[in-house]
């Protein structure tokens, strides 16, 4: 008797570069077919870790964002922040590298903006300053407070 072949199973950096692989490409045709790509990516694996959960939200609200579907834009804005903390718990050094360039945060300020929730997106522009996100959250926060 042979014996049977091992599964072999991908840890969650592996699952994320070959995520983050395919987005790249599919992004190349523009940001419908990243949406695409993304949305059968959540559809296909059901059992995907969550601090990758992360990272494909994060990317989906930015596509979702690019071509006006709304209520794929709110729900992945609100995955990512579900995930947020798995990401950093799971996958350490991809999501400091990821952090300068988190997309949740700007796309809830606009999403936010547009919806006159100017409290609300004041709010995340706080939060994302307060994370250390970067300069850009601190003037968004100051334009807000303006706005208001």
Same mark, same amino acid.
């Given at each position: 008797m042979s014996r049977?072949?091992?599964?072999? $199973?991908?840890k969650p950096p592996e699952i994320l570069a070959d995520l983050l692989d395919g $987005?790249?490409?599919a992004a190349l045709n523009g940001p419908l077919h990243a949406r695409k790509y993304l949305e059968r990516s959540i559809?296909?694996? $059901?059992?995907m870790p969550n601090g990758v959960k992360f990272f494909i939200y994060d990317l989906l609200a930015e596509a979702a964002a690019q +071509?006006? &579907?709304?209520?794929?834009?709110?729900? &992945? %804005?609100?995955?990512?922040? +579900?995930?947020?903390?798995? &990401?950093a718990e799971d996958l350490p050094r991809q999501h400091k590298e990821w952090?300068? +360039?988190i997309r949740c945060y700007l796309v809830a300020i606009d999403a936010a903006l547009d919806e006159g929730q100017f409290e609300?997106?004041?709010?995340? #522009?706080?939060?994302?300053e307060a #994370?250390?996100?970067?300069? %850009?959250? +601190?003037q968004k926060a100051?334009?807000?407070?303006? =706005? =208001?």
């Open positions: 049977r072949p091992e599964i072999l $199973h991908k $987005h790249r490409e559809d296909k694996h $059901h059992s +071509t006006d &579907a709304t209520d794929t834009r709110d729900e &992945a %804005v609100r995955q990512a922040f +579900t995930y947020l903390p798995f &990401a952090l300068p +360039t609300e997106a004041l709010r995340l #522009a706080e939060e994302a #994370a250390g996100l970067g300069k %850009v959250y +601190t100051e334009s807000i407070r303006w =706005m =208001m």
